[in-house]
C-alpha cells in the first residue's frame, strides 16, 4: 500500500484530502505546517505527498524545491486557491504532477489523485523493469527470463568455451544473429572476427566467390584478388545465416571446407588452410529438406554438432515486458524521461501472437514512441493491428454499419481472449463489474468456447 502525505492547515480541507485519499487505497499521514512535513519525510517512506501552496512556515512552493531536491522519486499534487493558477503553473514546473484549485470537487480531486497513483505504478514498473535489464541472464541485446531462454543462455554459456559446429534454429525475428554473436564473444575467440554471411542474399553465381574468395583473372571483372568470407574469419567465427537457402551445389563445396578447413579461391589452383569456426543459422526445417532432397544430409550432420532451438516470442510472453523496456529505452528521445506503456497497451501486446516475434515488437514500439502523444503510451498508439487483437480477427470497416449489440459482444470477446478467459480481469478491461460481464455473457450467449 502506497503511502501520501497531506500537508493542509485547513482542517476541513485536511479531512476530505485523506478520506478520498483512503478511498482510493492510500496510507494517509497529515501535516499541518512544512516543518512537520519534512519531519515526517525524514522519518517514514512517503509515496506522495498533497500540499498546499499557502501552508504556513516555509510555504508549498519551497516545501516542492525540498521534495525535488531530496526526495525526487515522490509525486506531488499541490492545491491552490481560486485566483492563483501563475502560482499552480509554478508549481508544475518545479516537478508538481498536477495542480487542483480550491474549492475543488470531489470526482475531480479522486480523479487526478487516481492518475498520480497509476502514475506511480507504472513508474516503479518501469524501475523494477530496469534493473532486471540491467542484471539479466545473456549477453547484451539477449534479454528475458522466461524458463525457455534460461535454457538458451545456459547452451550458449556451454558452447561458447568449445569450436565445434553449432546450428541454430528459429522463427524469422527470434534473434538467431543475437545469439551467435553471444557464443562468439562469450568464447575465446572473442578478440578475432566475427563474420556474419546473408546466405539467402547471395545471388548464386557469387556464393563461391563471397565465400572462397577469387584470384585476379578468375572471370571478367576480377581486377585483383579478393579474400573470401571464410579468410576474413580466420581464428574468429564465420555465422552463416539461412544456410536452408544454400544453393545445393554449393553445400558439397561448403562440406568440404568445414572438413578439410581449408578453401580453394576461385581461378587459383591452391589451397588456402582457415580456422574458423561455423556458427548456422536457419528458419527451415534441415530435417524435413535433407528428406525432400534440398539439402545434403552429410553437411547437416556436420553442422548439427550442437543445436540451439531459440522460442517463438508467443510462447515466451513473459518475457515481452522486459523487451518492451528495452525498446523504449532504446527509442526515447535523448534528453526527455522515457515513455511508459500503460495497462491497456501491455494487454494488447501481451494478448497478441505476435508472427514477426522480437522484430516484429521492436517496430511495434518505435512507431508507439514515434507517434505518441506523451509520456504515458496507450492501446491507441499501437499499429492498428495490435488495436484489434491477434491475427485472424476480423477488423470492421469503416463503411460498416453494426448495431450497439454486436459491438458491445465483440468487445466482450475481445477483452476475455486478452486476458485468457479470466473474467475478473476481462470486466476490469471493460470497465464494468464481473456480474454485469456474467449477464452480458448470457445475453449473448458468448460460449465459453468461442473465447
Same mark, same amino acid.
Given at each position: %500500500?502506497? #503511502?501520501?502525505?497531506?500537508?493542509?492547515?485547513?482542517?476541513?480541507?485536511?479531512?476530505?484530502?485523506?478520506?478520498?485519499?483512503?478511498?482510493?487505497?492510500?496510507?494517509?499521514?497529515?501535516?499541518?505546517?512544512?516543518?512537520?512535513?519534512?519531519?515526517?519525510?525524514?522519518?517514514?517512506?512517503?509515496? @506522495?505527498?498533497?500540499?498546499?501552496?499557502?501552508?504556513?512556515?516555509?510555504?508549498?512552493?519551497?516545501?516542492?524545491?525540498?521534495?525535488?531536491?531530496?526526495?525526487?522519486?515522490?509525486?506531488?499534487? /499541490?492545491?491552490?486557491?481560486?485566483?492563483?493558477?501563475?502560482?499552480?503553473?509554478?508549481?508544475?514546473? =518545479?516537478?508538481?504532477?498536477?495542480?487542483?484549485?480550491?474549492?475543488?470537487?470531489?470526482?475531480?480531486?479522486?480523479?487526478?489523485?487516481?492518475? /498520480? /497513483?497509476?502514475?506511480?505504478?507504472?513508474?516503479?514498473?518501469?524501475?523494477? =523493469?530496469?534493473?532486471?535489464?540491467?542484471?539479466?541472464?545473456?549477453?547484451?541485446?539477449?534479454?528475458?527470463?522466461?524458463?525457455? %531462454?534460461?535454457?538458451?543462455?545456459?547452451?550458449?554459456?556451454?558452447?561458447?568455451?568449445?569450436?565445434?559446429?553449432?546450428?541454430?534454429?528459429?522463427? *524469422?525475428?527470434?534473434?538467431?544473429?543475437?545469439?551467435?554473436?553471444?557464443?562468439?564473444?562469450?568464447? *575465446?575467440?572473442?578478440?578475432?572476427?566475427?563474420?556474419?554471411?546473408?546466405?539467402?542474399?547471395?545471388?548464386?553465381?557469387?556464393?563461391? !566467390?563471397?565465400?572462397?574468395?577469387?584470384?585476379?583473372?578468375?572471370?571478367?571483372?576480377? %581486377?585483383?584478388?579478393?579474400?573470401? @568470407?571464410?579468410? !576474413?574469419?580466420?581464428?574468429?567465427?564465420?555465422?552463416?545465416?539461412?544456410?536452408?537457402?544454400?544453393?545445393?551445389?554449393?553445400?558439397?563445396?561448403?562440406?568440404?571446407?568445414?572438413?578439410?578447413?581449408?578453401?580453394?579461391?576461385?581461378?587459383?589452383?591452391?589451397?588456402?588452410? /582457415?580456422?574458423?569456426?561455423?556458427?548456422?543459422? #536457419?528458419?527451415?526445417?534441415?530435417?524435413?529438406?535433407?528428406?525432400?532432397?534440398?539439402?545434403?544430409?552429410?553437411?547437416?550432420?556436420?553442422?548439427?554438432?550442437?543445436?540451439?532451438?531459440?522460442?517463438?516470442?508467443?510462447?515466451?510472453?513473459?518475457?515481452?515486458?522486459? =523487451?518492451?523496456?528495452?525498446?523504449?529505452?532504446?527509442?526515447?528521445?535523448?534528453?526527455?524521461?522515457?515513455?511508459?506503456?500503460?495497462?491497456?497497451?501491455?494487454?494488447?501486446?501481451?494478448?497478441?501472437?505476435?508472427?514477426?516475434?522480437?522484430?516484429?515488437?521492436?517496430?511495434?514500439?518505435?512507431?508507439?514512441?514515434?507517434?505518441?502523444?506523451?509520456?504515458?503510451?496507450? *492501446?491507441?498508439?499501437?499499429? *492498428?493491428?495490435?488495436?484489434?487483437? !491477434?491475427?485472424?480477427?476480423?477488423?470492421?470497416?469503416?463503411?460498416?454499419?453494426?448495431?450497439?449489440?454486436? %459491438?458491445?459482444?465483440?468487445?466482450?470477446?475481445?477483452?476475455?481472449?486478452?486476458?485468457?478467459?479470466?473474467?475478473?480481469?476481462?470486466?476490469? =478491461?471493460?470497465?464494468?463489474?464481473? #456480474?454485469?460481464?456474467?449477464?452480458?455473457?448470457?445475453?449473448?450467449?458468448?460460449?465459453?468456447?468461442?473465447?
Amino acid at each position: %500500500m502506497a #503511502t501520501v502525505l497531506i500537508v493542509d492547515d485547513e482542517d476541513a480541507a485536511l479531512r476530505l484530502c485523506s478520506d478520498i485519499a483512503a478511498e482510493v487505497g492510500l496510507r494517509v499521514r497529515t501535516a499541518t505546517t512544512t516543518e512537520q512535513a519534512l519531519e515526517i519525510l525524514d522519518e517514514l517512506p512517503v509515496d @506522495m505527498v498533497i500540499t498546499d501552496l499557502r501552508v504556513p512556515e516555509l510555504g508549498g512552493l519551497e516545501l516542492l524545491r525540498r521534495l525535488r531536491e531530496h526526495y525526487p522519486g515522490v509525486a506531488v499534487l /499541490v492545491l491552490t486557491q481560486y485566483g492563483t493558477i501563475q502560482t499552480a503553473v509554478e508549481a508544475t514546473r =518545479l516537478g508538481a504532477a498536477d495542480y487542483v484549485t480550491k474549492p475543488f470537487h470531489i470526482d475531480e480531486l479522486r480523479r487526478k489523485l487516481q492518475r /498520480v /497513483v497509476h502514475e506511480q505504478q507504472l513508474d516503479q514498473e518501469n524501475r523494477v =523493469l530496469r534493473e532486471q535489464l540491467r542484471t539479466r541472464p545473456g549477453y547484451k541485446e539477449l534479454i528475458g527470463t522466461s524458463p525457455k %531462454m534460461q535454457r538458451v543462455y545456459r547452451l550458449i554459456e556451454k558452447v561458447s568455451q568449445h569450436s565445434y559446429p553449432v546450428l541454430i534454429l528459429g522463427e *524469422s525475428g527470434t534473434g538467431k544473429e543475437l545469439v551467435a554473436r553471444s557464443i562468439h564473444f562469450s568464447g *575465446s575467440r572473442k578478440n578475432k572476427p566475427f563474420v556474419p554471411v546473408d546466405c539467402s542474399a547471395l545471388a548464386p553465381t557469387l556464393v563461391e !566467390s563471397e565465400l572462397f574468395g577469387y584470384v585476379k583473372g578468375a572471370f571478367t571483372g576480377a %581486377m585483383h584478388n579478393k579474400q573470401g @568470407m571464410f579468410e !576474413s574469419a580466420d581464428q574468429g567465427t564465420l555465422f552463416l545465416d539461412e544456410i536452408g537457402n544454400l544453393p545445393t551445389d554449393m553445400q558439397a563445396k561448403l562440406l568440404r571446407a568445414v572438413q578439410e578447413r581449408e578453401v580453394k579461391p576461385v581461378g587459383s589452383t591452391e589451397r588456402v588452410s /582457415v580456422s574458423v569456426r561455423i556458427i548456422a543459422a #536457419t528458419n527451415r526445417d534441415l530435417e524435413i529438406a535433407v528428406r525432400d532432397g534440398d539439402f545434403r544430409q552429410d553437411l547437416f550432420f556436420r553442422l548439427n554438432v550442437v543445436q540451439i532451438k531459440l522460442p517463438p516470442l508467443r510462447e515466451r510472453k513473459s518475457d515481452i515486458p522486459l =523487451l518492451v523496456q528495452a525498446f523504449l529505452d532504446k527509442f526515447a528521445d535523448p534528453g526527455r524521461p522515457t515513455p511508459v506503456l500503460a495497462e491497456d497497451a501491455i494487454a494488447r501486446l501481451t494478448a497478441y501472437d505476435w508472427p514477426g516475434n522480437i522484430r516484429e515488437l521492436e517496430n511495434a514500439i518505435e512507431r508507439a514512441v514515434a507517434l505518441g502523444s506523451g509520456p504515458i503510451l496507450h *492501446s491507441g498508439d499501437l499499429p *492498428s493491428n495490435l488495436q484489434y487483437g !491477434s491475427p485472424g480477427e476480423r477488423i470492421p470497416s469503416p463503411d460498416e454499419v453494426t448495431t450497439l449489440e454486436e %459491438m458491445e459482444r465483440r468487445a466482450i470477446l475481445r477483452a476475455l481472449r486478452e486476458t485468457n478467459g479470466d473474467k475478473l480481469v476481462a470486466a476490469r =478491461l471493460l470497465g464494468i463489474g464481473k #456480474t454485469t460481464l456474467y449477464r452480458k455473457l448470457k445475453q449473448y450467449r458468448v460460449d465459453e468456447g468461442a473465447v
